[in-house]
T-cell receptor, first 117, second 113 residues
Framework: NAGVMQNPRHLVRRRGQEARLRCSPM?????VYWYRQLPEEGLKFMVYLQKENIIDESGMPKERFSAEFPKEGPSILRIQQVVRGDSAAYFC???????????????FGPGTRLTVL | GNSVTQMEGPVTLSEEAFLTINCTYT??????LFWYVQYPGEGLQLLLKATKADDKGSNKGFEATYRKETTSFHLEKGSVQVSDSAVYFC????????????FGKGTKLTVNP
């Protein structure tokens, strides 16, 4: 059973371009989470999605960032008109279900390192 | 809001030394608590967890006890190995929340032979 897959592992963009980060959850997992790790910081929650639904986007910046998890295919985190401050490692995690008590393990992917020139 | 504070690193130890990485939290209710480990170039892996007060999580020789009275979840290992070198993250998931994890900043551990 393959783990959580993220691609690309490294992404370089110039200011103003778009960045698309992809996450394929573990087989059988229908819950996806995105986190961002800025240099010298811990991971910060961005968004929680189930298939075709955004459940919690309280950590998403209000502009330029969007996320989706379609019925078919990977989850996509999209950053429009990137700025240097978007340079970070973006991690995706998946879990099989939500228990409501925070007890289900989240399995993390290897991350995408975004560099904005 | 909810937050996690963990001991800043880096921490450097010799093989077979005793390890403690402190972690305290702020949260309402009864959060679940986790330790994750990140090896170089890899994603985070769950090391251990505890879901209620006085629970002890353990795995691979690591232990942490959920202390409600001190709002702490310190990570310990009696005898570290070179292969334990990694970054360790303490995290919580709030009770009744959307399962999102709130992380500390991470502690880098280096174990020398």
């Amino acid at each position: 059973n393959a783990g959580v897959m993220q691609n690309p592992r490294h992404l370089v963009r110039r200011r103003g371009q778009e960045a698309r980060l992809r996450c394929s959850p573990m087989k059988g997992h229908s819950h996806v989470y995105w986190y961002r790790q800025l240099p010298e910081e811990g991971l910060k929650f961005m968004v929680y999605l189930q298939k075709e639904n955004i459940i919690d986007e309280s950590g998403m910046p209000k502009e330029r960032f969007s996320a989706e998890f379609p019925k078919e295919g990977p989850s996509i985190l999209r950053i429009q008109q990137v700025v240097r401050g978007d340079s970070a490692a973006y991690f995706c995690a998946s879990s099989p279900r939500a228990s409501g008590q925070g007890t289900d393990t989240q399995y993390f992917g290897p991350g995408t390192r975004l560099t904005v020139l | 809001g909810n937050s996690v504070t963990q001991m800043e690193g880096p921490v450097t130890l010799s093989e077979e030394a005793f390890l403690t990485i402190n972690c305290t939290y702020t949260a309402t209710g009864y959060p679940s608590l986790f330790w994750y480990v990140q090896y170089p170039g890899e994603g985070l892996q769950l090391l251990l967890k505890a879901t209620k007060a006085d629970d002890k999580g353990s795995n691979k020789g690591f232990e942490a006890t959920y202390r409600k009275e001190t709002t702490s979840f310190h990570l310990e290992k009696g005898s570290v190995q070179v292969s334990d070198s990694a970054v360790y993250f303490c995290a919580l998931s709030a009770q009744g929340g959307s399962e999102k994890l709130v992380f500390g900043k991470g502690t880098k551990l280096t174990v020398n032979p």
